[in-house]
């Protein structure tokens, strides 16, 4: 159908287009062109924001109707999502179109505050255990290369400690040898990987730009094709 795949094509080809070439256009009209595409960008966004939201709550549904395994969980993201909204709508009994006096401590304020906050860290706290259980496995000197990543490693972690400089003192008088490697093994052979995969990245990122651009890759159409 012309209408679900031409015009879709054409669009995304249009404004692909004029939003590459106007920072190329000194002209009064480019900087307003950008400002009214950003405007559209944060409607559509929000717009975004309402279908994820939907999308997440029938995931959930859908988990608690069929009872799969861990459905009392996503009991807790209908509990907890309720309850924000009604205390942001609440407000302090101001209303949801009011703005809370400064300093006030909101109910909505405090439950971001101490229950949010503490959750989120804690989950990120998790992960350290993770990354060193990945790293105890990642980190064995099978090969060359796994003896270098070991070496390098155990360069960057020790020589950001304290102790690295009592060490450094001890066996060679300097204070500065091991924070010494470190910052080279980090300045040079770890930002030249890093600014590789960097432009990889990049041109991996123009490649399927060009790619959407003249309608190569189609599949954010749906269909699977």
């Known amino acids: 159908m012309w209408y679900k795949r031409t015009l879709p ?6 404004i692909g287009l004029l939003a590459f070439v106007h920072d190329f256009i000194p002209h ?3 900087p307003k062109f950008r400002e009214e595409i950003t405007t559209w960008i944060r409607l559509i966004a929000g717009f ?8 997440l709550m029938h995931m959930h549904v859908s988990r608690i109707r069929r009872r799969q395994a861990g459905w009392g969980y996503s009991v807790f993201v209908f509990i907890g999502a309720a309850t924000m909204v009604g205390l942001g709508l609440w407000n302090h009994g101001l209303g949801p179109l009011a703005e809370a006096p400064k300093g006030v401590m909101t109910a909505f304020k405090w439950c971001y505050e101490y229950i949010q906050v503490p959750c989120d860290a804690t989950i ?17 000197a099978r090969n060359l290369g796994a003896a270098l990543l070991l070496g390098a490693a155990v360069i960057v972690m020790f020589g950001n400690i304290p102790i690295s400089e009592v060490v450094g003192k001890g066996l060679f008088g300097d204070t500065s040898v091991f924070p010494t490697a470190n910052a080279v093994v980090m300045e040079y052979p ?3 990987a890093k600014r590789g995969i960097i432009l990889g990245i990049n041109l991996g990122v123009i490649a399927q730009s060009l790619r959407i651009l003249f309608g190569i890759e189609r599949s954010y159409l749906g269909g699977g094709d």
């Open 48 to 55: 975004g924001l309402f279908l994820g939201a939907y999308s």
């Open 28 to 30: 009064p009209i480019s």
């Open 190 to 192: 770890n930002m030249a």
């Open 9 to 14: 094509l054409i669009i995304v080809f249009t």
């Open 124 to 140: 990120f706290s998790i992960l350290a255990f993770f990354m060193a259980s990945a790293a105890f496995r990642t980190f064995r």
